[in-house]
């Protein structure tokens, strides 16, 4: 008995050690990359005015980030696992804040897109190298929680997002320097300077941690190792046989359905919101609260998550109420109740992540778990092309971003759906096992 709480000691020690050093550099990393990609639908209250970009334009624009991401992606991932994180993601978050700097000065269509497309190359592999990252320092019960705690970075990045970049805004004119210009010369600045930050405090792996005592790097080393033979022992898959798997390519489609939604959202929430009849400050604020709320939803998934160790009926539970908050929100028209229905959709769309990122990694280990995890956000993400392409096509042909909305709806619960019938293999460990041994074979 003494033994067993002496293990538990060392466990919770180790745990709240390495939570405490690595989440809150990892959760500020991703907060503010995601201001850099989403910023652009401030600046747009403004900039596409001064530059004559229709909805579809813009939306293009938005949206073509995520083919740079795409093309990027595995390529990037599998370096990190090669050379560590500590290096790429710095290398990673100097060139981002480079190029996010330099969307102020684009002087239309053609520079807008050039450089929209390069600002999601350089991003390439962040995310994903993050969840693999996690793989090497945490065990798998706690992944859910961990993962949420990352993807709170999005709701507040979204709302700090929307209440510094209205404030940027009302630069305009100081220095000769637009305020969309300003909003994308500024906001560059934290990517650049952590960056460097990362090179200096970010420690690859348990062995390396200086800050562990012998006793924890031990247990922690051996409790990944033991969970990764477990999942090793039904079957390795390589590199190539992951990324064809079935179950990869599930949760692909899965992520594409949840990642449009939320782009969608994202990209077009200021000016639906600005709909309403707000001045520009006063949309920074209100556009703030359905990602607030989205907070709550995301701490209480991963938690229930990991207690109930489920993760497909969470995943099918969140995913349904995106699509009925989305929903909500379009049949509500321009008007505050609509808030309510974003409200909602942002707890269930940031609720649904804590659910699904932890699925990977209970039958992917290695360079086989990087590309796969890849894979899956660099799919994913194309969804953060075609939700604003789609929601800013349907914005010009309608003169209303009602339509656009109903379809947004409609991919959240396509998420559902799918995971509802694809998706059995990728939450349940037991069909793991036997998935795996049949793919190894």
Same mark, same amino acid.
């Given at each position: 008995?003494? %033994?067993a709480? &002496? /293990?538990q000691?060392?466990?919770?020690? /180790?745990?709240a050690?390495v939570?405490?050093?690595l989440l809150?550099?990892?959760a500020?990393?991703?907060?503010?990359?995601?201001?850099?990609r989403?910023n652009?639908?401030f600046a747009?209250?403004t900039?596409n005015? =001064?530059?004559?970009f229709s909805?579809?334009?813009?939306?293009?624009g938005?949206g073509?980030?995520?083919f740079g991401?795409f093309?990027?992606?595995?390529p990037?991932n599998?370096?990190?696992e090669?050379?560590g994180?500590?290096? #790429?993601?710095?290398?990673?978050?100097?060139?981002w804040?480079?190029?996010s700097?330099? %969307?102020?000065f684009?002087?239309g269509?053609?520079?807008f897109?050039?450089?929209r497309?390069?600002?999601?190359a350089?991003e390439?592999?962040f995310?994903p190298?993050m969840?693999?990252?996690?793989?090497?320092?945490?065990?798998?019960?706690?992944?859910g929680?961990v993962?949420? %705690?990352l993807f709170? !970075?999005q @709701?507040?990045?979204?709302?700090v997002?929307?209440?510094v970049?209205?404030a940027?805004?009302?630069?305009? &004119?100081?220095?000769?320097?637009?305020?969309?210009?300003w909003i994308?010369l500024?906001e560059?600045?934290?990517?650049?300077?952590l +960056?460097?930050v990362?090179?200096k405090v970010? %420690?690859?792996?348990?062995g390396?941690? =200086?800050?562990?005592?012998?006793?924890?790097?031990t247990?922690l080393?051996?409790?990944i190792?033991?969970?990764n033979?477990?999942?090793?022992s039904?079957?390795r898959l390589?590199?190539?046989?992951?990324?064809? =798997?079935?179950?990869?390519v599930?949760?692909?489609?899965i992520y594409l359905?949840?990642?449009?939604?939320?782009?969608?959202i994202?990209?077009f929430? @200021?000016?639906?919101?600005?709909g309403?009849g707000?001045?520009?400050?006063m949309?920074?604020?209100v556009?703030?609260? @359905?990602y607030i709320?989205? /907070?709550?939803g995301?701490i209480?998934w991963g #938690?229930?998550?990991?207690?109930?160790?489920e993760?497909?009926?969470?995943?099918?539970?969140a995913?349904?109420? &995106?699509a009925?908050g989305? !929903?909500f929100a379009?049949?509500? &028209?321009?008007?505050?109740w609509a808030?309510?229905?974003?409200? !909602?959709?942002t707890? +269930?769309?940031?609720?649904?992540r804590?659910a699904f990122?932890p699925m990977?990694?209970l039958?992917?280990?290695?360079?086989?778990?990087? +590309?796969?995890?890849a894979l899956?956000n660099?799919?994913?993400?194309?969804?953060g092309?075609?939700?604003?392409f789609?929601? +800013?096509w349907?914005?010009?042909s309608t003169?209303?971003?009602e339509a656009?909305l109903?379809f947004l709806?409609?991919?959240?619960?396509?998420?559902?759906?799918?995971t509802?019938?694809?998706?059995?293999?990728?939450g349940d460990?037991a069909?793991m096992?036997r998935?795996?041994?049949?793919?190894?074979e």
């Open positions: 008995m003494a %033994t709480q &002496g /293990t000691a060392i466990e919770r020690r /180790t745990i050690k939570s405490w050093r809150p550099l990892v500020l990393a991703y907060c503010i990359a995601y201001i850099d989403s652009i639908s747009a209250l900039m005015k =001064d530059l004559g909805a579809y334009i813009y939306g293009w938005a073509i980030f995520f991401y093309l990027f992606e595995i990037s599998l370096i990190l090669k050379v994180a500590r290096i #790429w993601i710095a290398r990673i978050m100097i060139s804040g480079i190029i700097g330099l %969307t102020a684009v002087t269509a053609t520079s897109l050039i450089i497309f390069l600002l999601g350089a390439a592999g995310f190298g969840i693999l990252y996690f793989t090497y320092w945490f065990p798998s019960e706690y992944r929680r993962i949420s %705690t709170i !970075a @709701p507040v990045a979204n709302a997002a929307s209440i970049s209205a940027i805004l009302e630069m305009d &004119g100081v220095l000769g320097i637009k305020g969309w210009q994308f500024i560059a600045v934290p990517a650049i300077l +960056g460097f990362i090179l970010m %420690t690859d792996r348990p390396r941690a =200086d800050w562990l005592s012998a006793e924890e790097k247990w080393q051996a409790r190792d033991g969970e033979r477990q999942v090793e039904a079957g390589t590199l190539m046989r992951a990324l064809a =798997d079935p179950r990869v599930a949760l692909s489609a359905m949840s990642v449009t939604a939320n782009y969608g994202v990209f929430m @200021p000016q639906i919101i600005k309403i707000l001045t520009n400050m949309t920074g604020l556009s703030s609260v @359905p709320i989205g /907070t709550i995301l209480a #938690w229930s998550s990991d207690r109930n160790k993760r497909r009926w969470h995943l099918i539970a995913s349904t109420l &995106g009925l989305l !929903a379009a049949w509500s &028209g321009a008007s505050y808030l309510i229905g974003m409200s !909602a959709a707890v +269930g769309i940031y609720g649904s804590a990122w990977p990694s039958f992917l280990t290695g360079t086989a778990a990087a +590309g796969a995890i899956i660099a799919t994913g993400n194309l969804g092309y075609f939700g604003p789609i929601v +800013g349907i914005k010009d003169k209303s971003f656009g109903y709806a409609a991919c959240s619960f396509a998420c559902a759906v799918i509802f019938f694809a998706a059995r293999a990728a460990p069909a096992a998935a795996n041994a049949a793919a190894a």
